[in-house]
T-cell receptor, first 111, second 115 residues
Framework: QKEVEQNSGPLSVPEGAIASLNCTYS??????FFWYRQYSGKSPELIMF??SNGDKEDGRFTAQLNKASQYVSLLIRDSQPSDSATYLC???????????WGAGTKLIIKP | EAQVTQNPRYLITVTGKKLTVTCSQN?????MSWYRQDPGLGLRQIYY???????DKGDVPEGYKVSRKEKRNFPLILESPSPNQTSLYFC??????????????FGPGTRLTVL
């Protein structure tokens, strides 16, 4: 079992709809959870992070964390073609506080 | 401009020929890290450094060396590259020594091919 798992996709969503990206992790002691976006041929860039159970909103993005289920998700409202990218989930490993990364979900927003 | 730079951006080399990929940041960050990214495997950490002269192995350190003699620089050394080290490499840095609550800034990446 991978430490951080994401559906590789591609996930295809119509423009204007809500895109829902999911991530599960195995380390129950993980405390911090991050979503990065990576455009093709570019480096990852941070979208948002979350520590506490529940929802955290930042503009069109909402991160949701459920530590009991070891599950974190990212919702993108009013999806735009510019949101087409690979979304990487990263989780801190309790033993050394280093980030463990999922393989990413490729999101395609169809105009 | 605040940034992480890597050089070279692209490199094709042959098995066994030592090479160094440089990484430099101008943000006075304490923490720096090297990752490799392979299809289906995501980012895997090679080495990281909490501060000058402090380095630790990540998840895939075999075949790599690093050094942190200055705060801004964190070169990645492949003493004897092999084809299984063909990959996309990213250097990253962050302000604080742990990655718990702070953003990692990534360099543009180095695409390495070992023949």
């Amino acid at each position: 079992q991978k430490e951080v798992e994401q559906n590789s996709g591609p996930l295809s969503v119509p423009e204007g709809a809500i895109a829902s990206l999911n991530c599960t992790y195995s380390d129950r002691g993980s405390q911090s959870f991050f979503w990065y976006r990576q455009y093709s041929g570019k480096s990852p860039e941070l979208i948002m992070f979350i520590y506490s159970n529940g929802d955290k909103e930042d503009g069109r993005f909402t991160a949701q964390l459920n530590k009991a289920s070891q599950y974190v998700s990212l919702l993108i409202r009013d999806s735009q073609p510019s949101d087409s990218a690979t979304y990487l989930c990263a989780v801190t490993r309790r033993s050394n506080y280093q980030l463990i990364w999922g393989a990413g979900t490729k999101l395609i927003i169809k105009p | 401009e605040a940034q992480v730079t890597q050089n070279p951006r692209y490199l094709i080399t042959v098995t066994g020929k030592k090479l160094t990929v440089t990484c430099s940041q101008n943000m006075n960050h304490e923490y720096m890290s090297w990752y490799r990214q392979d299809p289906g495997l995501g980012l895997r950490q090679i080495y990281y450094s909490m501060n000058v002269e402090v380095t630790d192995k990540g998840d895939v350190p075999e075949g790599y060396k690093v050094s942190r003699k200055e705060k801004r620089n964190f070169p990645l050394i492949l003493e004897s590259p092999s084809p299984n080290q063909t990959s996309l490499y990213f250097c990253a840095s962050s302000l604080r020594r742990t990655s718990e609550d702070n953003e990692q800034f990534f360099g543009p990446g180095t695409r390495l091919t070992v023949l």
